[in-house]
Structure formats: C-alpha cells, structure tokens
C-alpha cells in the first residue's frame, strides 16, 4: 500500500472555519426565527461586486480568445510581461522602491504562494511566525515536516512563535533567538494592526544579522490609510537582500473569487546550500513556476491590469473606502458597547477583547446567541489570540448598520 504524508495528521482537526459553520449551522436549525436575522462578520471574503473596469476588460480578452487572429494558448508560467510591469512600475518603481519587472511573478492568489515558497527554502530552516495570525504560515510549515507535533493550546512544537498582544501593540519585535524564516504580515490579519517603518527596519536589521529571509505578506497594503506607514517591505533599505513580498488583487480588487496574486522576489536574495554555497533564490522560484504552473489565464491578467488604469484606480478606492467606512461605524459601535478594540483603521479588521473575561468561544456564541451575529473567535489564530475575538468589515453597509445597532444590545 502506498504511504501517504504523515504531516497532515499533526494538523489540529478542528480547523476555525468548520467548526464556526457548525455552531452556526446548529444554532440556526434551532432557532429558525434568529436563523433570519443573521448576520455574518465572520470570514474574511469580500462582498461587493467586481470593480467595472475589471469586467470589460476581461470581457474582452475573452473575445480576444474567440477570434483565431487574436487566440493565445499558453501564457508565460510567470505572468506576462503586461501585468510584470505594470504592477513593478505603479506598486514599487512609482514609489520610488527599486523593483525589477522580472521580479514580479503572478500567481492564482497569495494564499497559494504562501504555501508554494516552501518548494524552494530548505527543510532544516526555523521558522518564526506571528501569533495570532493568518493560520495558512503555520500549517503550510506543518504539512511540510518543519514543526513537531501540536501541543493542547493549538501551537506546533519546534515552531517559534512571536507574541502579538496589547502590550506591543500586536507588533511583535525580533526574538532574541537564531531564527531562519520569519513570517510576517502588515496591516494584520486578524488583529488590524500596521507596522512603523522603525519597527519593520528592526526587522529587517535582525534578518541582515541573521542571513535569515522575511516573508512579508501585504495582502491589506491598500488599506492603509496612515502616510507614515509603509506599503512595502522594500521600502526598507536593505529589504531587496533579505525578504519575499506577497501581494493579492483579492482583498483591493474583490479578486478572491477571480485568483490573482503576486511574489516579489528580489535577485539579489540569496540562501545557501547544505554546503554552505550561497545562491540567489530567484532561479529557483522561476524554475518552480517554469516546472509546476503554466500561470494565470489571459483573461484574469488583463483584469488584474485594469486594477491599475485610471477607472481601475477609482473604482478599487471606491471599493475600499466602502469597507473603510463599515470599519469606522463598528469599531465606534464596539467602542460605545465597552469592547476594548483594537485594528479597524489601517485595516478591514476590528480585533477585540472579548467582555467579561470570556474565552474567545464563549464570546463566539453570546454574539451569535443574543446578537445573531457571527464573529471569528480569536483563538483560531493562534493560542494568543485567546480572549479575543474579530469583526470583519467586509460587509454592505446596511449590514454593518445592522451590527452597529444590535452592538448596543451587548450587556
Ligand atoms: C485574504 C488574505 C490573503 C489573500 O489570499 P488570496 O489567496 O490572494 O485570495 C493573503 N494573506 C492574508 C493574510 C489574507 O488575509
């Protein structure tokens, strides 16, 4: 009998999401009056529509397809030239960040690169990731072999964590010990928060004294609405030999249905063989990408370039400001309600403590059973995450209203 991948079965079985839609599912066929009113501020999809721009032209470049002078079969494995270089210039060259166009390498979403990148880093690597934080770090690790089995608390042996709480103000500071990957992401999922540019510069001072890579994901970098606050790992100086940017058209284009996404790889990112040989790691990802992908189709492409004409622009900051402003009417709500709330500024994320004490479960359920409102406990995250919980801002308006109201119900 074939072996199958043991990795998997250290993965903790009651993954957040599932277990979320049970509680709901079960509450709603026993309460089917409640089941009605309920609304969902829970899972960080978008909810609005696809922004005009977008959808001509993908319309097009499907057409394109239909016609034989126009047909075009394989694309590039990394992304075609159009999108490299629109997105080099008008994300990072416009901004005065030194980004080759064949550092740019397209993908079907970010979450997928997240887990990809880990083909081409070693197995012996320690990993550091933030906690809480988006839990797809962490497992893509497990699934890999790099961490030991789980603990009670939901975290993995041999992974090390990096606390994010309300004293640091859930910015974790480099650790004190050798680490080798560091994740990190800004503005936060769950918890809102952004980084300063002195805290990322410490960063990536603690990568450049270490040799060791940052993984920076700014899947929320077009959330940000503070000036000071960088939209970039490379607008860091020395970030261009030391970190990995993962950006997504999902969360400013409403693209989590559509997948599109891209990598930053710098060229003049090096790691080193078993050896001790230092390699440059970009020929490695365009090796991966040439190998395993034939890239993202034609059409996606034309629509994640739209994202950056002029309409496309407009329309994005529409859509972003929509979410914005959701943030703005809950987190006053929550703040009115006595919720020590956190995020929600630079980010489509309220992370709050929970009342009363409450695990972040419990206050799961008194907001679905008094509020009908289903949130994201924040133990999901991670184990620091406990006593917490988020409200997500991707919402209609009306919704968001809605919530606003029965917040003030929470006593
Ligand atoms: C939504 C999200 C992404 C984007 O994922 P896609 O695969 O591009 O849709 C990446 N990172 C974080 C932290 C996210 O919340």
């Known amino acids: 009998m074939a072996y199958l991948n043991e990795n998997y079965l250290k993965l903790q079985a009651g993954y957040l999401f599932p277990e979320v839609a049970r509680r709901v599912r079960e509450f709603c066929g026993a309460n089917p009056e409640a089941a009605k009113r309920l609304i ?7 909810t609005e529509p696809l922004p005009r721009a977008a959808i001509e032209v993908m319309k097009r470049a499907v057409e394109e397809l239909g016609r034989p002078e126009t047909f075009r079969g394989y694309g590039p494995e990394q992304g075609y030239e159009f999108l490299r270089s629109t997105i080099a210039q008008r994300d990072y060259r416009d901004r005065k960040v030194d980004i080759a166009d064949d550092e740019i390498f397209i993908s079907d979403g970010s979450k997928c690169d997240c887990g990809y990148i ?6 012996r690597n320690k990993v550091a990731v933030p906690d809480p934080v988006y839990p797809v770090y962490v497992d893509t690790n497990v699934m890999a072999g790099h961490s030991g089995p789980s603990r009670k608390d939901g975290s993995y042996e041999g992974i090390a964590y990096l606390p994010c709480t309300a004293e640091n103000q859930f910015v974790p500071e480099p650790p004190n010990e050798h680490v080798d990957l560091v994740y990190l ?3 936060n999922n769950p918890t809102g928060a952004v980084a300063s540019r002195e805290q990322l510069a410490r960063w990536v001072e603690y990568a450049r004294a270490h040799e060791a890579i940052l ?15 960088p939209h970039s790992i490379f607008e860091i100086p020395g970030a261009r030999e030391c970190a990995i940017e993962f950006r997504s058209f999902s969360k400013n284009g409403g693209f989590t249905g559509v997948r599109c996404g891209f990598t930053v790889m710098p060229k003049s990112l090096v790691a080193r063989t078993e050896s001790g040989r230092r390699m440059a790691l970009h020929a490695l990802w365009y090796r991966r990408w040439s190998t395993k992908a034939n890239g993202v189709s034609y059409p996606v492409q034309r629509g994640a370039e739209a994202l950056y004409s002029s309409a496309g622009r407009k329309q994005v900051r529409a859509l972003i400001d929509h979410y914005m402003t959701n943030a703005k009417i809950l987190r006053a709500a929550a703040v009115d309600a006595g919720l020590e709330v ?5 980010a489509p994320y309220i992370w709050s403590k929970t009342l ?15 509020l009908n409102v289903v949130i994201t406990p924040g133990n999901g995250f991670g184990a620091q995450g406990e ?10 308006r009306e919704n968001a209203e809605e919530v606003a109201r029965r917040l003030k119900k929470l006593h």
């Open 118 to 123: 880990l083909d081409i880093l070693g197995d």
């Open 387 to 396: 006593g917490y919980f988020r409200i997500s801002a991707f919402n209609s």
């Open 40 to 46: 969902r501020c829970g899972i960080g999809d978008v």
């Open 342 to 346: 956190f995020g929600g500024t630079n």
């Open 356 to 370: 009363d004490g409450l695990t972040s479960w419990q206050m799961f359920d008194r907001m679905l059973g008094d």
């Open 185 to 187: 992401c800004f503005p």
């Open 215 to 229: 993984l920076f994901d700014a899947a929320y970098e077009a959330y940000i609405s503070d000036p000071e606050i």
